[in-house]
C-alpha cells in the first residue's frame, strides 16, 4: 500500500472556523492532489500539487487553500469553514514520470460543518 | 473540461456472475484508470489503462481510445467485489472522475 496519511480522519466543526486537514506520504511522489466526494458529485478536484510551493485549482476550489512546503506534506485549509464543505476529503498522490500515472488514495477524512 | 459518464448507475448481481461496466469520455485523453470503493470508503486503484487491455486475476480491462471508451470485466464476482467503481481520465497531471457505477453482489 501507498504510504499515505491522512490527519485528522473525522472532524466536527463549526461555521466560520477555520479548518487544516493534512496529508503525508512517505513515497516521494511528486504529484499530490485533494479531492472531495460527495453524494451524487463522485470525487472532485480542489487542488494540486506538482512539486513542492507549486500548486493549481481543480474543479471546485473556492473556499479553499493549499500549501507544500515539503515534498511529503500537502496542507489543505478551508479559512472559514461553511456547511457546504461538509463532506469526505480524500488525498492521492501520483508519481509521473518514471514511477508513472497511477493515483494512490489515502484512506479519507470525514468533515462536518455544523 | 472532459466529460465522463459511466453506466450502468447500480448493478445488483448473484455470487458467481459475470458483469461489464462501461466508461464513456468525450475527449481524448492520455491517462484513464480504473478505481474500486469497497463500503468502508477506502479507494483502490485498479488498472491505469490509457489504451489497450490489462488483467489482473478475475478483472479486467480494455480502453479503446480512438473511440473514447473504456470497459471494465469482473468474472465470477464475489461479495467483496462489492462497492463503486470508477473510471477517471485525463492528462499527465489531474484526472476527472465519473459519478460510479455501484455494484452489490449478493450471496
Known amino acids: 500500500d501507498a504510504g499515505i496519511t491522512q490527519s485528522p480522519r473525522h472532524k466536527v466543526t463549526e461555521t466560520g472556523t477555520p479548518v487544516t486537514l493534512r496529508c503525508h506520504q512517505t513515497?516521494?511522489?511528486?504529484?499530490m492532489y485533494w479531492y472531495r466526494q460527495d453524494p451524487g458529485h463522485g470525487l472532485r478536484l480542489i487542488h494540486y500539487?506538482?512539486?513542492?510551493?507549486?500548486?493549481d485549482k481543480g474543479e471546485v476550489s473556492d473556499g479553499y487553500s493549499v500549501s507544500r512546503s515539503k515534498t511529503e506534506d500537502f496542507l489543505l485549509t478551508l479559512e472559514s469553514a461553511t456547511s457546504s464543505q461538509t463532506s469526505v476529503y480524500f488525498c492521492?498522490?501520483?508519481?509521473?514520470?518514471?514511477?508513472?500515472?497511477?493515483?494512490?488514495f489515502g484512506e479519507g477524512s470525514w468533515l462536518t460543518v455544523v | 473540461g472532459i466529460q465522463v459518464e459511466q453506466s450502468p448507475p447500480d448493478l445488483i448481481l448473484q455470487e458467481g456472475a459475470n458483469s461489464t461496466l462501461r466508461c464513456n469520455f468525450s475527449?481524448?485523453?492520455?491517462?484513464l484508470q480504473w478505481f474500486h470503493q469497497n463500503p468502508w470508503g477506502q479507494l483502490i486503484n485498479l488498472f491505469y489503462?490509457?489504451?489497450g487491455t490489462k488483467q489482473n486475476g478475475r478483472l479486467s480491462a480494455t480502453t479503446v481510445a480512438t473511440e473514447r471508451y473504456s470497459l471494465l470485466y469482473i468474472s465470477s464476482s464475489q461479495t467483496t467485489d462489492s462497492g463503486v467503481y470508477f473510471c477517471?481520465?485525463?492528462?499527465?497531471?489531474?484526472?476527472?472522475f465519473g459519478k460510479g457505477t455501484k455494484l452489490t453482489v449478493n450471496p
Open positions: 492521492a498522490i501520483a508519481g509521473g514520470g518514471f514511477f508513472g500515472n497511477t493515483i494512490y
Open positions: 513515497e516521494n511522489h511528486r504529484y
Open positions: 500539487s506538482y512539486g513542492v510551493k507549486d500548486t
Open positions: 475527449d481524448s485523453v492520455n491517462n
Open positions: 489503462i490509457p489504451s
Open positions: 477517471a481520465v485525463g492528462g499527465s497531471e489531474k484526472l476527472v
